[in-house]
């Protein structure tokens, strides 16, 4: 059964084990993650994000900054504030 109503109100109790799909983590296999700030999150992704471009873009950073649609002076400042270039 993948869900009970309630028999006084017809309302839909959904459980934990309804959302394991068969291959995925059960609940009590997820790791913790750290908890970080907004903005420490936000820098994070960026510099990931715009390391997979320029990895993708054979470490030219004019063809990252096409990719990113950035203006390529800004790509360098980022780079060199964030120890990339």
């Not at 006084?8 to 459980?15: E, G, P, R, T």
């Not at 030219?60 to 780079?79: S, V």
Request: glycine content about 4%; proline content about 2%; aromatic content about 8%.
């Amino acid at each position: 059964m993948m869900a009970q109503a309630d028999a006084a109100n017809d309302d839909v109790s959904l459980q934990p084990q309804h959302f394991v799909l068969s291959g995925s983590v059960a609940p009590a296999q997820i790791i913790a993650v750290t908890m970080q700030s907004l903005k420490d999150a936000q820098l994070q992704f960026q510099l990931e994000y715009i390391l997979r471009a320029y990895n993708a873009s054979y470490r030219k950073w004019a063809l990252c900054a096409r990719t990113l649609e950035i203006d390529l002076g800004n790509l360098h400042r980022i780079g060199w504030q964030k120890n990339l270039a």
